[in-house]
């Protein structure tokens, strides 16, 4: 069974369908989600099943975030993240964005040692090593901490 | 049409009849409206006789209640009309029954009962007899058209209230007044109303009607005359103005020195003046103050007054009687409100039971000894109309040591004294509004930081600042707190229009306002006239020391000094709502054009993945590729950053090479665009820079300064491969430091645009529809990024060649920059 990887991105046609490709090169199955709304519906329908989240920043709102908050969708991925770590808290998540990662708007990522990917930086063989790495290391700890209980 | 003259200007020297009248008749005026009170008329016989020494007629009276003005006339004498700022069918029926019925005029002025034209039809529709006093100032402060007006309503008018105003100090009730000047200074179409009055054949009078003035009334009544005297309607006044045959101490003008002499006013002025208020709270404590020593009364209150909803409210006393005093009253039902209806010195007897049933304080009652009462009236210096405080001074004598008279300019002196303080409290709240904008990049850091500021001018416990979102036009709050207290007030200000005076009201039930009553709600004005948005204030406190937390109301003082804020914030907020709207527009701007250039160094990624594919492609193109888009990339990564307002782009400064490792390059990469125009690339010569050593500079960063410079020195160059030529040299100069030339020989700069092309989005007005590309931001990059260094840069020749001339300070040779981002100039 093929691992699953959820991409949040409201991008369908010009760059993420290369990441996509590039996941899909490597073996994984990706399902594109373009709001916070569908995403977390598909969170709560697939829990369990995805491995991992690829987050874009700059995406539509929804209804779970409002406008206002979200400064019109340029920040959704920023207050998203912590919306999505409640639904599920052991799930890596990897975040992808077009903006440069020292814009002021992830000073809380950058304190709380969250990395911030650019697209201009990580190609989609990149990404998809990315993805392996991290997964890897995230079943690492998974079976250090239950060797540890 | 006749002329004639009002007594308003000579409202502190009221008891100067004789000379008033002297002034007047001297200037050529024919007739005298009165704001005179009827009490301080003396005698309507007396007063007609006085007037005929000085072949004056008596024209109307304004001051006053209607009730008194007809009795004050009595049976022998009938005013060519009686004006009046409101009407009802009780003053209709006044007017016309009774043994001595008289002609009323309505007279709409600025603020309510009769506001404008708009409220001044509605009447007229009720009563058709009614006549009409068109005051062409106030219509012209209410946007009404003083001329369409008199001509729609000609056959209502018995006399025109002539005078001139400026809206240099806005157009609210609280500052209006400051605006009325010599006629000829002003806004108001003062010609115009002139040639529709003979167009019409008005036969009636016409009164100059001048609110106050700046300087010495006689001097004002004269130069009146001479700007009448000048259209032909009064002859030429005579040079000399006649002399005062009592000398008078006193307050002339707010503008002028105070005339210190003898008397209780000057040791008042003494006392008051050289207080040294911070604020306006300080003064009314230093006034109350004032007055007990000068009166060697018990104790003095002062209150300030809403005209909103007649209420009053207690701001100062002294000494404090150390009991609980209700905060609010309404001043119908306070003695001291008598002073206000009736706008002037009453005297109360405290023992007499009746009165002592009608004072809304028994508790001060019990505990004072004093027997007596007197309730002074103190006007707004530029608006006798208006009466802003009022003292009540208790005291156990039978006379005062201070006479009514000498009460009367006292309050004069307190009015421009409170009036200084006011603008004193105004200008440093002003001051600190001006000063916040140099650390706030958002609106809502901005307006929050205006609340603080709010708060503490004028004591008030919330403010919510409010603007209009143009999409859906209804009133939001300023940043996106999710704050209870503003819920609903979207629609609730929409209601109020384009007002341009503060709005006091208890909030509607629908509108959550913390269960308080007051709020003051004062619109943030552009200088259209539009309303950008609303700054609401809920709960005046007291200060704790009157021993009452219930809320106060707002009263006259808060609201000009709350409008002088929120006039100074309105530049403001236009900026940065600009800037936070451009920011938006760029960061999605960049974000979109990110998606492509993503996409093809994906494409790119795969061609390198896949062998077969790769071989068929050389390595440097895909190289070239991936190049180029980095360059891109870090074009877009300056814009996303750079739409902040403060510090961004951080400079990571190293040893660098000019020529070597910054404008070779930069030449290099445009070489395939150079070949695409027709021109050979050796026509871009470059000196050898050899007295330039190496720099700590960001290396990306000047890189992409000669990458702008060459790229719009090729977009702008004439397409002729024999014109085209750029010329790029380098050299030290021992007082200077390092000098950079960059010269081409293309369409150049316009004379006067040579500070300009610096600026973001400025296109130079040569250029032509194909040759824009870009979004003007180049050579504003170019400034931030040299200026981040230390350095200059100038367009040191306009054409043949087009010369820039970069100076970088000498220390770069031994240290990076002091300065650790590439900035934005702040918002001015």
């Known amino acids: 069974m093929k691992t699953l990887i959820l991409f949040i991105d409201d991008d369908e046609t010009i760059a993420v369908p290369y990441y996509i490709k590039a996941l899909e090169m490597k073996g994984f199955e990706v399902k594109q989600c373009i709001t916070p709304d569908t995403a977390l519906e598909f969170v709560q329908k697939a829990k369990g099943k995805i491995k991992l989240i690829i987050l874009d920043v700059m995406i539509p709102h929804g209804k779970t975030l409002s406008s206002k908050e979200t400064n019109e969708g340029l920040i959704t991925g920023i207050l998203f993240y912590d919306k999505i770590l409640e639904f599920c808290p052991d799930i890596p998540i990897i975040i992808l964005t077009n903006i440069p990662s020292v814009d002021e708007k992830f000073k809380d990522f950058h304190d709380r040692n969250i990395p911030v990917h650019t697209k201009m930086k990580c190609k989609p063989f990149q990404l998809a090593n990315l993805v392996i790495s991290t997964l890897a290391s995230n079943n690492k700890n998974d079976l250090k901490s239950q060797s540890d209980n | 049409m006749k002329i004639g003259f009002h007594t308003i200007v000579w409202w502190p020297f009221k008891d100067e009849l004789d000379y008033i009248f002297e002034v007047i008749a001297a200037a050529g005026f024919k007739g005298v409206e009165f704001r005179h009170l009827p009490d301080q008329l003396g005698k309507i016989g007396s007063l007609l006789k006085l007037l005929d020494k000085y072949n004056l007629e008596l024209i109307g009276l304004s001051g006053g209640s209607l009730e008194e003005r007809k009795n004050f006339c009595e049976h022998s004498f009938r005013p060519k009309y009686l004006h009046t700022n409101e009407w009802s069918e009780e003053i209709a029926k006044l007017a016309t029954t009774g043994k001595n019925p008289f002609t009323i005029a309505l007279h709409p002025r600025i603020f309510k009962p009769v506001r404008g034209i708009k409220?001044?039809?509605?009447?007229?529709?009720?009563?058709?007899?009614?006549?009409?006093?068109?005051?062409?100032?106030?219509?012209?402060?209410?946007?009404?058209?003083?001329?369409?007006?008199?001509?729609?309503?000609?056959?209502?008018?018995?006399?025109?209230?002539?005078?001139?105003?400026?809206?240099?100090?806005?157009?609210?009730?609280?500052?209006?007044?400051?605006?009325?000047?010599?006629?000829?200074?002003?806004?108001?179409?003062?010609?115009?109303?002139?040639?529709?009055?003979?167009?019409?054949?008005?036969?009636?009078?016409?009164?100059?009607?001048?609110?106050?003035?700046?300087?010495?009334?006689?001097?004002?009544?004269?130069?009146?005359?001479?700007?009448?005297?000048?259209?032909?309607?009064?002859?030429?006044?005579?040079?000399?103005?006649?002399?005062?045959?009592?000398?008078?101490?006193?307050?002339?003008?707010?503008?002028?020195?105070?005339?210190?002499?003898?008397?209780?006013?000057?040791?008042?002025?003494?006392?008051?003046?050289?207080?040294?208020?911070?604020?306006?709270?300080?003064?009314?404590?230093?006034?109350?103050?004032?007055?007990?020593?000068?009166?060697?009364?018990?104790?003095?209150?002062?209150?300030?007054?809403?005209?909103?909803?007649?209420?009053?409210?207690?701001?100062?006393?002294?000494?404090?009687?150390?009991?609980?005093?209700?905060?609010?009253?309404?001043?119908?039902?306070?003695?001291?409100?008598?002073?206000?209806?009736?706008?002037?010195?009453?005297?109360?007897?405290?023992?007499?039971?009746?009165?002592?049933?009608?004072?809304?304080?028994?508790?001060?009652?019990?505990?004072?000894?004093?027997?007596?009462?007197?309730?002074v009236p103190i006007f707004n210096p530029w608006n006798p109309n208006h009466v802003r405080l009022v003292v009540s001074i208790f005291h156990s004598y039978d006379e005062m040591p201070v006479s009514n008279d000498e009460l009367f300019y006292l309050g004069v002196a307190v009015g421009h004294s409170t009036s200084l303080a006011l603008d004193e409290a105004g200008s440093t709240s002003v001051a600190k509004v001006n000063a916040l904008v140099g650390g706030k990049s958002s609106v809502r850091d901005f307006a929050e930081g205006l609340s603080d500021i709010i708060e503490k001018a004028i004591d008030c416990e919330e403010v919510n600042v409010l603007l209009r979102n143009p999409i859906d036009d209804k009133f939001e709050p300023a940043g996106y707190k999710d704050d209870e207290s503003v819920k609903g007030l979207e629609d609730y200000f929409s209601q109020f229009g384009n007002v341009r005076e503060t709005v006091i009201t208890p909030e509607g039930k629908n509108v959550a306002a913390n269960g308080k009553a007051m709020c003051m709600n004062t619109p943030l004005l552009r200088s259209n006239g539009e309303v950008l948005g609303w700054v609401r204030c809920c709960n005046k406190h007291t200060p704790r020391k009157l021993g009452t937390s219930e809320s106060f109301i707002f009263c006259d003082d808060d609201a000009a000094i709350l409008e002088a804020i929120a006039q100074a914030a309105v530049p403001h907020f236009e900026v940065l709502i600009a800037q936070e709207r451009r920011a938006k527009a760029l960061g999605r701007l960049t974000h979109e054009l990110k998606a492509p250039i993503v996409a093809i160094r994906g494409a790119v990624d795969f061609i390198e993945y896949n062998p077969e594919v790769k071989r068929l492609f050389e390595h440097d193109y895909l190289g070239d590729i991936l190049e180029w888009t980095d360059l891109v990339d870090e074009l877009l990564d300056n814009l996303d950053l750079l739409r902040h307002s403060l510090l961004k782009l951080p400079i990571k400064a190293k040893k660098t090479r000019l020529l070597a490792d910054v404008v070779s390059p930069a030449v290099k990469q445009l070489d395939p665009t150079v070949r695409r125009y027709g021109f050979a690339p050796s026509r871009i010569t470059r000196g050898r820079f050899e007295a330039v050593p190496p720099l700590y500079i960001d290396r990306k960063r000047f890189h992409q300064v000669f990458f702008n410079l060459l790229s719009n020195a090729i977009k702008y160059s004439y397409k002729d491969r024999n014109a085209f030529r750029i010329d790029i040299e380098g050299y030290f100069h021992a007082e200077t430091g390092f000098k950079i030339v960059f010269r081409d020989w293309g369409k150049g700069v316009a004379k006067g645009e040579e500070k300009a092309i610096f600026q973001e989005g400025f296109r130079g007005s040569g250029i032509t529809e194909e040759e824009v590309t870009g979004q003007g931001f180049g050579l504003w990059l170019v400034q931030q990024t040299v200026e981040s260094h230390g350095g200059t840069i100038k367009l040191t020749n306009n054409l043949y060649p087009t010369e820039f001339t970069i100076l970088l300070p000498k220390y770069l040779k031994f240290q990076a920059p002091k300065t650790q981002h590439i900035h934005r100039s702040n918002v001015s």
């Open chain 2, 119 to 375: 409220d001044a039809q509605e009447i007229f529709k009720k009563d058709p007899n009614l006549k009409f006093l068109p005051d062409i100032a106030h219509l012209t402060i209410t946007g009404d058209n003083p001329v369409e007006v008199i001509k729609t309503y000609k056959d209502r008018i018995v006399g025109v209230h002539f005078k001139d105003w400026t809206s240099e100090f806005g157009h609210s009730v609280h500052r209006y007044a400051r605006g009325f000047v010599e006629l000829g200074e002003g806004e108001v179409d003062l010609g115009g109303v002139l040639r529709t009055l003979r167009d019409i054949d008005y036969n009636g009078w016409l009164i100059v009607e001048q609110d106050w003035t700046r300087t010495d009334p006689a001097i004002s009544t004269f130069r009146a005359a001479k700007w009448l005297a000048g259209k032909g309607l009064l002859p030429a006044p005579p040079a000399k103005i006649p002399e005062r045959k009592q000398k008078r101490v006193g307050v002339n003008s707010i503008y002028e020195e105070y005339h210190l002499g003898g008397g209780a006013e000057a040791h008042f002025l003494e006392k008051v003046v050289s207080a040294g208020w911070q604020d306006v709270q300080s003064c009314y404590e230093s006034i109350a103050r004032a007055f007990v020593e000068l009166c060697s009364c018990e104790l003095v209150g002062l209150w300030t007054c809403s005209p909103a909803n007649k209420l009053m409210d207690l701001v100062a006393v002294y000494p404090d009687p150390d009991i609980h005093l209700k905060a609010v009253m309404d001043y119908q039902k306070s003695l001291s409100g008598e002073a206000i209806e009736q706008q002037r010195i009453v005297d109360f007897d405290l023992t007499d039971l009746k009165v002592r049933k009608q004072f809304a304080y028994p508790e001060l009652l019990t505990v004072l000894k004093s027997k007596k009462m007197v309730s």
